[in-house]
Protein backbone atom coordinates (compact mmCIF):
# COMPACT_ATOMS: atom_id res chain seq x y z
CA UNK A 1 0.00 0.00 0.00
CA UNK A 2 1.47 3.66 0.32
CA UNK A 3 2.70 3.14 3.57
CA UNK A 4 6.37 4.43 3.78
CA UNK A 5 9.22 3.98 6.86
CA UNK A 6 10.43 6.86 8.55
CA UNK A 7 14.31 5.19 7.07
CA UNK A 8 12.59 5.13 3.66
CA UNK A 9 11.44 8.56 3.64
CA UNK A 10 14.85 9.41 5.20
CA UNK A 11 17.09 7.77 2.52
CA UNK A 12 14.97 9.32 -0.52
CA UNK A 13 14.95 12.83 1.35
CA UNK A 14 18.99 12.29 1.62
CA UNK A 15 19.53 11.26 -1.48
CA UNK A 16 17.87 14.69 -3.15
CA UNK A 17 20.42 16.51 -0.79
CA UNK A 18 23.06 14.81 -2.05
CA UNK A 19 22.22 15.64 -5.78
CA UNK A 20 22.02 19.23 -4.80
CA UNK A 21 25.29 18.76 -3.03
CA UNK A 22 26.70 17.46 -6.07
CA UNK A 23 25.10 20.13 -8.48
CA UNK A 24 25.83 23.37 -6.88
CA UNK A 25 29.72 23.93 -7.59
CA UNK A 26 28.10 24.61 -11.55
CA UNK A 27 26.95 27.64 -10.00
CA UNK A 28 30.23 28.79 -8.29
CA UNK A 29 33.68 30.29 -9.73
CA UNK A 30 36.57 28.18 -10.35
CA UNK A 31 38.15 29.99 -7.49
CA UNK A 32 35.98 28.75 -5.17
CA UNK A 33 35.90 25.44 -6.36
CA UNK A 34 39.26 24.81 -6.35
CA UNK A 35 39.15 26.35 -2.53
CA UNK A 36 36.52 23.39 -1.67
CA UNK A 37 38.49 20.66 -2.94
CA UNK A 38 41.44 21.77 -0.89
CA UNK A 39 39.54 21.92 2.30
CA UNK A 40 38.30 18.39 1.37
CA UNK A 41 39.93 15.81 4.32
CA UNK A 42 42.60 13.89 3.46
CA UNK A 43 41.16 10.94 4.26
CA UNK A 44 38.22 11.33 2.27
CA UNK A 45 38.08 10.28 -1.61
CA UNK A 46 38.40 13.36 -3.74
CA UNK A 47 36.36 12.58 -6.52
CA UNK A 48 33.52 12.12 -3.86
CA UNK A 49 34.13 15.42 -2.43
CA UNK A 50 31.37 17.84 -4.00
CA UNK A 51 33.55 20.34 -6.30
CA UNK A 52 33.41 19.12 -9.84
CA UNK A 53 31.27 21.32 -12.00
CA UNK A 54 30.11 19.81 -15.75
CA UNK A 55 32.31 20.52 -18.31
CA UNK A 56 31.36 22.70 -21.57
CA UNK A 57 31.83 21.18 -24.71
CA UNK A 58 33.23 23.15 -27.51
CA UNK A 59 30.26 24.34 -29.25
CA UNK A 60 29.13 25.84 -25.63
CA UNK A 61 33.02 27.42 -24.30
CA UNK A 62 34.68 27.79 -27.80
CA UNK A 63 38.01 26.42 -28.78
CA UNK A 64 40.10 24.37 -30.89
CA UNK A 65 38.86 22.46 -33.84
CA UNK A 66 41.27 20.38 -35.93
CA UNK A 67 41.15 17.76 -38.39
CA UNK A 68 44.48 15.63 -39.11
CA UNK A 69 45.15 13.16 -41.74
CA UNK A 70 47.73 10.19 -42.14
CA UNK A 71 50.20 10.73 -44.81
CA UNK A 72 50.03 7.22 -46.60
CA UNK A 73 52.70 8.31 -48.58
CA UNK A 74 55.15 9.06 -45.30
CA UNK A 75 53.75 5.77 -44.02
CA UNK A 76 54.49 3.45 -47.19
CA UNK A 77 58.16 5.64 -46.91
CA UNK A 78 58.76 4.59 -43.41
CA UNK A 79 57.48 0.56 -44.41
CA UNK A 80 60.18 0.75 -47.11
CA UNK A 81 62.55 1.72 -45.20
CA UNK A 82 62.29 -0.86 -42.45
CA UNK A 83 61.67 -3.37 -45.24
CA UNK A 84 65.10 -2.43 -46.61
CA UNK A 85 66.49 -2.77 -43.40
CA UNK A 86 65.29 -6.62 -42.70
CA UNK A 87 65.98 -7.41 -45.82
CA UNK A 88 69.74 -6.47 -44.97
CA UNK A 89 69.89 -8.13 -41.76
CA UNK A 90 68.77 -11.54 -43.52
CA UNK A 91 71.56 -10.73 -46.11
CA UNK A 92 73.89 -10.43 -43.63
CA UNK A 93 72.54 -13.19 -41.13
CA UNK A 94 72.61 -15.80 -44.07
CA UNK A 95 76.41 -14.33 -45.97
CA UNK A 96 74.74 -14.08 -49.10
CA UNK A 97 75.95 -10.68 -50.86
CA UNK A 98 73.26 -9.82 -54.02
CA UNK A 99 74.16 -8.24 -57.30
CA UNK A 100 74.30 -4.51 -57.36
CA UNK A 101 72.82 -4.33 -53.79
CA UNK A 102 69.46 -3.80 -52.49
CA UNK A 103 67.27 -1.21 -54.87
CA UNK A 104 64.85 0.46 -53.47
CA UNK A 105 60.89 0.81 -55.51
CA UNK A 106 58.23 2.91 -54.88
CA UNK A 107 56.43 0.37 -52.49
CA UNK A 108 59.27 -2.22 -52.13
CA UNK A 109 62.87 -3.90 -52.36
CA UNK A 110 64.01 -5.47 -55.52
CA UNK A 111 67.32 -8.13 -55.17
CA UNK A 112 69.49 -9.80 -57.35
CA UNK A 113 71.29 -12.50 -57.71
CA UNK A 114 73.85 -14.07 -59.26
CA UNK A 115 73.65 -17.24 -58.24
CA UNK A 116 70.45 -19.34 -57.60
CA UNK A 117 71.90 -21.23 -54.98
CA UNK A 118 71.95 -18.13 -53.08
CA UNK A 119 68.44 -16.72 -54.06
CA UNK A 120 66.78 -20.25 -53.05
CA UNK A 121 68.72 -20.42 -49.85
CA UNK A 122 67.64 -16.82 -48.67
CA UNK A 123 64.32 -16.89 -50.33
CA UNK A 124 62.47 -18.55 -47.11
CA UNK A 125 63.95 -15.86 -44.81
CA UNK A 126 62.78 -13.53 -46.51
CA UNK A 127 58.99 -14.72 -47.06
CA UNK A 128 59.26 -15.00 -42.83
CA UNK A 129 59.26 -11.08 -43.14
CA UNK A 130 55.72 -11.43 -44.81
CA UNK A 131 53.27 -11.55 -41.66
CA UNK A 132 49.69 -12.78 -41.80
CA UNK A 133 47.23 -9.43 -41.11
CA UNK A 134 44.56 -10.53 -38.73
CA UNK A 135 44.05 -10.99 -35.28
CA UNK A 136 43.27 -14.34 -32.71
CA UNK A 137 39.40 -13.68 -32.93
CA UNK A 138 38.65 -13.08 -36.22
CA UNK A 139 41.72 -15.31 -37.83
CA UNK A 140 44.01 -14.13 -40.53
CA UNK A 141 41.82 -14.10 -43.91
CA UNK A 142 44.93 -15.53 -45.66
CA UNK A 143 46.39 -11.87 -46.52
CA UNK A 144 49.84 -10.99 -45.53
CA UNK A 145 51.79 -7.75 -45.59
CA UNK A 146 53.96 -8.28 -48.28
CA UNK A 147 53.58 -9.43 -51.73
CA UNK A 148 57.09 -11.76 -52.85
CA UNK A 149 57.70 -12.86 -56.60
CA UNK A 150 60.25 -13.73 -58.41
CA UNK A 151 61.14 -12.55 -61.73
CA UNK A 152 62.66 -14.79 -64.30
CA UNK A 153 66.11 -12.87 -64.48
CA UNK A 154 66.44 -14.24 -60.89
CA UNK A 155 65.51 -11.18 -59.01
CA UNK A 156 63.09 -10.99 -55.43
CA UNK A 157 60.37 -8.36 -55.82
CA UNK A 158 58.86 -7.64 -52.41
CA UNK A 159 56.24 -5.41 -52.23
CA UNK A 160 53.62 -4.11 -49.72
CA UNK A 161 50.34 -5.26 -50.60
CA UNK A 162 47.42 -2.90 -50.49
CA UNK A 163 46.01 -4.92 -47.47
CA UNK A 164 48.97 -4.57 -45.15
CA UNK A 165 49.61 -0.96 -45.99
CA UNK A 166 45.53 -0.41 -45.16
CA UNK A 167 46.70 -2.31 -41.44
CA UNK A 168 49.59 -0.38 -41.23
CA UNK A 169 47.60 2.77 -41.76
CA UNK A 170 44.56 1.62 -39.07
CA UNK A 171 47.78 0.32 -36.29
CA UNK A 172 48.63 3.85 -36.93
CA UNK A 173 45.61 5.67 -36.55
CA UNK A 174 44.61 3.89 -33.07
CA UNK A 175 48.95 4.64 -32.16
CA UNK A 176 48.39 8.14 -33.41
CA UNK A 177 45.44 8.99 -31.08
CA UNK A 178 47.14 7.37 -27.94
CA UNK A 179 49.93 10.26 -28.76
CA UNK A 180 48.33 12.75 -29.18
CA UNK A 181 46.23 12.39 -26.21
CA UNK A 182 49.00 12.35 -23.69
CA UNK A 183 50.15 15.45 -25.49
CA UNK A 184 46.71 17.66 -25.61
CA UNK A 185 46.76 16.20 -21.48
CA UNK A 186 49.80 17.76 -20.85
CA UNK A 187 48.20 21.25 -22.10
CA UNK A 188 46.02 21.01 -18.92
CA UNK A 189 42.93 21.08 -20.54
CA UNK A 190 39.89 19.33 -19.99
CA UNK A 191 37.68 16.66 -21.90
CA UNK A 192 39.57 17.22 -24.93
CA UNK A 193 37.77 15.21 -27.61
CA UNK A 194 39.90 13.00 -29.86
CA UNK A 195 38.88 10.26 -32.18
CA UNK A 196 38.62 8.90 -35.17
CA UNK A 197 37.22 9.84 -38.80
CA UNK A 198 36.96 7.53 -41.75
CA UNK A 199 40.28 5.59 -42.58
CA UNK A 200 42.62 8.22 -41.66
CA UNK A 201 41.68 10.77 -40.30
CA UNK A 202 41.73 12.16 -36.88
CA UNK A 203 39.33 14.70 -35.07
CA UNK A 204 40.78 16.54 -32.28
CA UNK A 205 38.74 19.39 -30.24
CA UNK A 206 39.84 20.97 -27.09
CA UNK A 207 37.28 23.18 -25.38
CA UNK A 208 38.56 26.49 -24.17
CA UNK A 209 41.71 26.47 -25.93
CA UNK A 210 42.24 29.68 -28.15
CA UNK A 211 45.17 29.44 -28.95
CA UNK A 212 44.97 26.90 -32.41
CA UNK A 213 48.62 27.71 -33.78
CA UNK A 214 49.94 25.89 -30.85
CA UNK A 215 47.99 23.45 -30.66
CA UNK A 216 48.81 22.61 -34.60
CA UNK A 217 52.24 23.18 -33.75
CA UNK A 218 51.94 20.43 -31.17
CA UNK A 219 49.98 17.97 -32.74
CA UNK A 220 51.81 18.03 -36.17
CA UNK A 221 54.96 16.97 -35.22
CA UNK A 222 56.50 13.26 -35.61
CA UNK A 223 58.37 14.38 -32.65
CA UNK A 224 61.18 11.41 -34.01
CA UNK A 225 63.98 11.97 -31.59
CA UNK A 226 67.66 10.34 -33.37
CA UNK A 227 71.44 10.42 -32.29
CA UNK A 228 73.48 9.86 -34.88
CA UNK A 229 76.93 10.80 -35.49
CA UNK A 230 77.98 13.56 -38.29
CA UNK A 231 79.62 11.90 -40.91
CA UNK A 232 83.69 12.12 -41.07
CA UNK A 233 84.66 13.69 -44.14
CA UNK A 234 81.44 13.73 -45.79
CA UNK A 235 81.38 9.82 -45.75
CA UNK A 236 79.76 7.79 -48.13
CA UNK A 237 77.13 8.41 -50.55
CA UNK A 238 75.21 5.52 -49.99
CA UNK A 239 75.63 5.24 -46.06
CA UNK A 240 74.79 9.00 -45.35
CA UNK A 241 71.79 10.94 -45.20
CA UNK A 242 71.77 14.89 -45.61
CA UNK A 243 70.34 16.91 -43.22
CA UNK A 244 69.37 20.69 -42.55
CA UNK A 245 71.31 21.91 -39.60
CA UNK A 246 69.44 24.18 -37.45
CA UNK A 247 73.08 25.30 -35.92
CA UNK A 248 74.04 26.24 -39.46
CA UNK A 249 71.40 28.16 -40.44
CA UNK A 250 69.57 25.13 -42.14
CA UNK A 251 72.41 23.90 -44.52
CA UNK A 252 72.73 20.39 -44.89
CA UNK A 253 75.39 18.66 -43.00
CA UNK A 254 76.32 14.73 -43.73
CA UNK A 255 75.33 12.55 -40.62
CA UNK A 256 75.53 8.54 -40.40
CA UNK A 257 72.38 6.45 -41.19
CA UNK A 258 73.23 4.28 -37.78
CA UNK A 259 70.93 5.58 -35.37
CA UNK A 260 72.68 5.26 -31.92
CA UNK A 261 69.95 5.65 -29.90
CA UNK A 262 66.33 6.71 -30.68
CA UNK A 263 63.36 8.93 -28.66
CA UNK A 264 61.58 5.36 -27.77
CA UNK A 265 64.58 5.00 -25.37
CA UNK A 266 63.84 8.05 -23.31
CA UNK A 267 62.08 7.84 -19.81
CA UNK A 268 61.75 11.61 -19.06
CA UNK A 269 62.04 15.06 -20.56
CA UNK A 270 61.93 18.38 -18.81
CA UNK A 271 62.06 22.15 -19.52
CA UNK A 272 65.26 23.94 -17.90
CA UNK A 273 67.73 26.01 -18.34
CA UNK A 274 71.62 25.84 -18.61
CA UNK A 275 73.87 27.04 -15.96
CA UNK A 276 76.29 28.72 -17.85
CA UNK A 277 74.32 30.58 -20.69
CA UNK A 278 70.82 30.76 -18.76
CA UNK A 279 69.66 29.59 -22.35
CA UNK A 280 66.23 27.36 -22.20
CA UNK A 281 67.16 23.55 -23.10
CA UNK A 282 65.78 20.35 -22.41
CA UNK A 283 67.02 18.13 -19.88
CA UNK A 284 66.69 14.04 -20.68
CA UNK A 285 67.22 10.66 -19.26
CA UNK A 286 67.45 7.52 -20.95
CA UNK A 287 65.95 4.14 -19.76
CA UNK A 288 68.51 1.16 -19.01
CA UNK A 289 68.99 -0.20 -22.40
CA UNK A 290 69.30 3.42 -23.79
CA UNK A 291 71.93 4.57 -21.51
CA UNK A 292 74.16 1.47 -22.13
CA UNK A 293 74.13 2.23 -25.93
CA UNK A 294 74.49 5.73 -25.20
CA UNK A 295 76.88 5.16 -22.56
CA UNK A 296 79.16 3.15 -25.45
CA UNK A 297 78.89 5.03 -28.07
CA UNK A 298 80.14 8.23 -26.73
CA UNK A 299 82.87 6.18 -24.76
CA UNK A 300 84.28 4.66 -28.70
CA UNK A 301 83.84 8.36 -30.27
CA UNK A 302 85.20 10.94 -27.62
CA UNK A 303 85.50 13.76 -30.08
CA UNK A 304 83.06 13.43 -32.59
CA UNK A 305 80.21 15.57 -33.03
CA UNK A 306 76.91 13.50 -32.33
CA UNK A 307 73.85 15.10 -33.90
CA UNK A 308 70.21 15.46 -32.32
CA UNK A 309 67.98 15.15 -35.13
CA UNK A 310 64.43 16.08 -34.60
CA UNK A 311 61.81 15.59 -37.34
CA UNK A 312 64.93 14.92 -39.90
CA UNK A 313 66.59 18.21 -38.84
CA UNK A 314 69.27 18.30 -36.88
CA UNK A 315 68.39 20.47 -33.72
CA UNK A 316 72.57 20.60 -32.42
CA UNK A 317 75.58 18.86 -32.92
CA UNK A 318 77.88 19.38 -29.99
CA UNK A 319 81.06 17.82 -29.88
CA UNK A 320 81.67 14.96 -27.04
CA UNK A 321 84.26 16.13 -24.69
CA UNK A 322 83.82 12.91 -22.32
CA UNK A 323 82.13 9.77 -22.30
CA UNK A 324 78.25 10.18 -21.68
CA UNK A 325 77.90 7.03 -19.15
CA UNK A 326 74.96 8.58 -16.55
CA UNK A 327 72.26 8.05 -19.08
CA UNK A 328 70.61 11.77 -19.24
CA UNK A 329 71.94 14.79 -21.21
CA UNK A 330 70.58 18.10 -22.61
CA UNK A 331 69.02 19.26 -25.86
CA UNK A 332 69.85 23.11 -26.52
CA UNK A 333 69.04 24.91 -29.78
CA UNK A 334 68.21 28.41 -29.33
CA UNK A 335 65.02 27.74 -27.69
CA UNK A 336 62.45 29.96 -26.71
CA UNK A 337 61.08 29.21 -23.21
CA UNK A 338 57.66 27.92 -24.97
CA UNK A 339 59.62 25.90 -27.62
CA UNK A 340 61.77 24.08 -24.68
CA UNK A 341 58.54 23.62 -22.69
CA UNK A 342 56.89 22.27 -26.38
CA UNK A 343 59.90 20.13 -26.75
CA UNK A 344 59.41 18.56 -23.69
CA UNK A 345 55.93 17.40 -24.01
CA UNK A 346 56.29 16.20 -27.68
CA UNK A 347 59.78 13.66 -26.05
CA UNK A 348 57.48 13.19 -22.94
CA UNK A 349 54.49 11.72 -25.16
CA UNK A 350 56.39 10.41 -27.51
CA UNK A 351 56.58 9.90 -31.52
CA UNK A 352 53.81 9.45 -34.13
CA UNK A 353 54.14 6.59 -36.19
CA UNK A 354 53.82 8.91 -39.40
CA UNK A 355 52.93 12.54 -39.99
CA UNK A 356 50.15 14.17 -39.74
CA UNK A 357 48.62 16.68 -42.06
CA UNK A 358 46.34 19.67 -40.86
CA UNK A 359 43.31 19.21 -42.95
CA UNK A 360 40.78 21.71 -42.00
CA UNK A 361 41.13 23.45 -38.79
CA UNK A 362 38.28 25.97 -37.13
CA UNK A 363 38.39 28.40 -33.67
CA UNK A 364 34.80 28.42 -31.97
CA UNK A 365 34.86 31.83 -29.89
CA UNK A 366 33.87 32.35 -26.49
CA UNK A 367 30.58 34.70 -28.02
CA UNK A 368 29.55 32.20 -29.71
CA UNK A 369 29.52 29.59 -27.44
CA UNK A 370 27.65 32.36 -25.16
CA UNK A 371 24.78 32.14 -27.75
CA UNK A 372 24.76 28.82 -27.55
CA UNK A 373 24.06 28.81 -23.65
CA UNK A 374 22.04 31.62 -23.76
CA UNK A 375 19.58 29.86 -26.37
CA UNK A 376 19.85 26.16 -25.06
CA UNK A 377 18.98 27.65 -21.38
CA UNK A 378 15.98 29.93 -23.25
CA UNK A 379 14.94 26.51 -24.81
CA UNK A 380 14.94 24.62 -21.65
CA UNK A 381 12.97 27.57 -19.16
CA UNK A 382 10.23 28.12 -22.08
CA UNK A 383 9.86 24.03 -22.11
CA UNK A 384 9.78 23.81 -18.46
CA UNK A 385 7.76 26.22 -17.86
CA UNK A 386 4.98 25.13 -20.12
CA UNK A 387 5.63 21.47 -18.71
CA UNK A 388 4.92 22.82 -15.08
CA UNK A 389 1.99 24.94 -16.05
CA UNK A 390 -0.05 21.80 -17.81
CA UNK A 391 0.63 19.45 -14.77
CA UNK A 392 -0.17 21.93 -12.28
CA UNK A 393 -3.53 22.61 -14.17
CA UNK A 394 -4.30 19.26 -15.40
CA UNK A 395 -3.90 17.39 -12.04
CA UNK A 396 -3.79 20.43 -9.48
CA UNK A 397 -2.12 18.90 -6.47
CA UNK A 398 -1.01 15.90 -8.01
CA UNK A 399 0.57 17.89 -10.59
CA UNK A 400 2.49 20.19 -8.26
CA UNK A 401 4.10 17.16 -6.71
CA UNK A 402 4.87 15.81 -10.29
CA UNK A 403 6.44 19.83 -10.78
CA UNK A 404 8.60 19.10 -7.50
CA UNK A 405 9.93 15.34 -8.49
CA UNK A 406 10.80 16.74 -11.83
CA UNK A 407 13.06 20.14 -10.55
CA UNK A 408 14.89 17.17 -8.56
CA UNK A 409 14.48 14.65 -11.82
CA UNK A 410 17.26 17.84 -13.31
CA UNK A 411 19.35 18.31 -10.21
CA UNK A 412 20.03 14.68 -10.79
CA UNK A 413 21.12 14.86 -13.87
CA UNK A 414 23.38 17.60 -13.14
CA UNK A 415 24.50 15.70 -10.38
CA UNK A 416 25.46 12.54 -12.11
CA UNK A 417 27.53 14.59 -14.78
CA UNK A 418 29.47 16.80 -12.80
CA UNK A 419 30.29 13.45 -10.75
CA UNK A 420 31.28 11.91 -13.60
CA UNK A 421 33.41 14.73 -15.18
CA UNK A 422 30.73 14.33 -18.50
CA UNK A 423 31.12 16.76 -21.08
CA UNK A 424 27.52 19.09 -21.90
CA UNK A 425 27.04 20.38 -25.45
CA UNK A 426 24.09 21.81 -27.52
CA UNK A 427 22.68 18.32 -27.59
CA UNK A 428 23.37 18.22 -24.22
CA UNK A 429 21.11 20.71 -23.61
CA UNK A 430 18.20 19.62 -25.76
CA UNK A 431 18.43 15.96 -24.07
CA UNK A 432 17.79 17.81 -20.98
CA UNK A 433 14.83 19.60 -22.48
CA UNK A 434 13.45 16.42 -23.77
CA UNK A 435 14.14 14.69 -20.70
CA UNK A 436 11.82 17.10 -19.16
CA UNK A 437 9.02 16.22 -21.21
CA UNK A 438 9.47 12.10 -20.46
CA UNK A 439 9.71 12.24 -16.84
CA UNK A 440 6.49 13.82 -16.38
CA UNK A 441 5.37 11.28 -19.40
CA UNK A 442 5.76 8.41 -16.13
CA UNK A 443 3.49 10.96 -13.87
CA UNK A 444 0.58 11.17 -16.55
CA UNK A 445 0.38 7.53 -16.88
CA UNK A 446 0.55 6.97 -13.24
CA UNK A 447 -1.92 9.81 -12.82
CA UNK A 448 -4.40 8.58 -15.80
CA UNK A 449 -4.44 5.46 -14.30
CA UNK A 450 -5.38 6.51 -10.86
CA UNK A 451 -8.04 8.53 -12.23
CA UNK A 452 -9.63 5.41 -14.12
CA UNK A 453 -8.93 3.05 -10.55
CA UNK A 454 -11.18 5.59 -9.31
CA UNK A 455 -14.17 6.02 -11.50
CA UNK A 456 -14.42 2.06 -11.72
CA UNK A 457 -15.07 2.50 -7.56
CA UNK A 458 -12.12 1.98 -5.70
CA UNK A 459 -11.53 4.20 -2.64
CA UNK A 460 -9.34 6.95 -2.99
CA UNK A 461 -6.14 4.83 -1.45
CA UNK A 462 -6.88 1.73 -3.33
CA UNK A 463 -7.16 3.51 -6.42
CA UNK A 464 -3.25 5.05 -5.83
CA UNK A 465 -1.96 2.22 -5.08
CA UNK A 466 -3.38 0.32 -7.72
CA UNK A 467 -2.45 3.51 -10.17
CA UNK A 468 0.93 3.03 -9.28
CA UNK A 469 1.33 -0.50 -9.33
CA UNK A 470 -0.46 -1.27 -12.63
CA UNK A 471 1.33 1.36 -14.34
CA UNK A 472 5.00 0.58 -13.48
CA UNK A 473 5.16 -1.91 -16.17
CA UNK A 474 4.14 0.34 -18.94
CA UNK A 475 6.73 3.12 -17.73
CA UNK A 476 9.18 0.29 -17.43
CA UNK A 477 8.71 -1.00 -21.03
CA UNK A 478 8.81 2.77 -22.10
CA UNK A 479 11.82 3.89 -20.38
CA UNK A 480 13.68 0.41 -21.37
CA UNK A 481 13.07 1.08 -25.29
CA UNK A 482 14.09 4.76 -25.00
CA UNK A 483 17.38 3.23 -23.15
CA UNK A 484 18.23 0.29 -25.54
CA UNK A 485 17.74 3.65 -28.36
CA UNK A 486 20.14 5.96 -26.30
CA UNK A 487 22.87 3.17 -25.70
CA UNK A 488 22.81 2.45 -29.49
CA UNK A 489 23.38 6.10 -30.38
CA UNK A 490 26.00 6.05 -26.88
CA UNK A 491 28.29 3.17 -28.65
CA UNK A 492 27.66 4.11 -32.73
CA UNK A 493 27.75 7.79 -32.19
CA UNK A 494 30.39 10.30 -32.15
CA UNK A 495 30.65 13.82 -30.36
CA UNK A 496 27.65 15.90 -30.07
CA UNK A 497 25.61 12.62 -31.08
CA UNK A 498 27.77 10.75 -27.89
CA UNK A 499 26.87 13.90 -25.35
CA UNK A 500 22.81 13.78 -26.08
CA UNK A 501 23.20 10.20 -25.52
CA UNK A 502 24.62 10.48 -22.11
CA UNK A 503 22.26 13.20 -21.01
CA UNK A 504 19.18 11.00 -22.20
CA UNK A 505 20.59 7.85 -20.56
CA UNK A 506 21.01 9.57 -16.88
CA UNK A 507 17.41 11.16 -17.55
CA UNK A 508 15.89 7.87 -17.46
CA UNK A 509 17.73 6.08 -14.93
CA UNK A 510 16.84 9.42 -12.90
CA UNK A 511 13.11 9.32 -13.52
CA UNK A 512 12.72 6.07 -12.22
CA UNK A 513 13.97 7.57 -8.71
CA UNK A 514 11.98 11.18 -9.37
CA UNK A 515 8.63 10.01 -10.91
CA UNK A 516 8.49 6.93 -9.24
CA UNK A 517 9.41 6.88 -6.13
CA UNK A 518 9.78 10.27 -5.09
CA UNK A 519 6.29 11.06 -6.28
CA UNK A 520 4.49 7.97 -4.53
CA UNK A 521 6.61 9.12 -1.38
CA UNK A 522 4.96 13.05 -1.56
CA UNK A 523 1.42 11.08 -2.40
CA UNK A 524 1.28 8.87 0.46
CA UNK A 525 2.56 11.41 3.41
CA UNK A 526 0.08 14.02 1.74
CA UNK A 527 -2.87 10.94 2.18
CA UNK A 528 -1.39 10.23 5.92
CA UNK A 529 -1.39 13.80 6.63
CA UNK A 530 -4.75 15.40 5.00
CA UNK A 531 -7.54 11.78 4.95
CA UNK A 532 -9.14 13.04 1.79
CA UNK A 533 -12.08 11.58 0.41
CA UNK A 534 -11.84 12.60 -2.97
CA UNK A 535 -9.19 12.98 -5.49
CA UNK A 536 -7.64 16.12 -5.82
CA UNK A 537 -8.00 16.52 -9.52
Avoid: C
Wanted: hydrophobic fraction near 45%; avoid cysteine; aromatic fraction near 6%.
Amino acid sequence: MLRYSTGKIVSILLLTVLGFLYAAPNLMTPETRKAIEASAPSWFPGWLFPHKAIVLGLDLQGGSHVLLEVDSNDLVRTQVATLRDDVRRVLRESRVTPQGGITVLPRGVQIRFADAADRDKVLPRLRELSQPIGNALLGTGGAHTLDIVTTPEGAVQMTLSEAGVRDRIGRAINQAIEVLRRRVDALGTTEPNIQRQGADRILVQVPGLQDPQRLKDLLGKTAKLQFRFVAEGGGNRGEVDMLPSKDAGGALTPVEKRVIVEGEDLVDAQPSFDQRTSEPIVNFRFNMKGAQRFGQATTENVGRPLAIVLDNEIVSAPRIINPITGGSGQISGRFTVQQANDLALLLRAGALPAKLTVVEERTVGPGLGKDSINAGLKATYVAAIFVVLFMFVTYGLFGLFANIALIVHVVFILALMSLLGATMTLPGIAGIVLTIGTAVDSNVLIYERIREEAKAGRSIISAIDAGFTRAFATIFDSNSTMAIAAVILFLLGTGPVRGFAVVFILGILTTVITAVTMTRMMIALWYRIARPKALPF
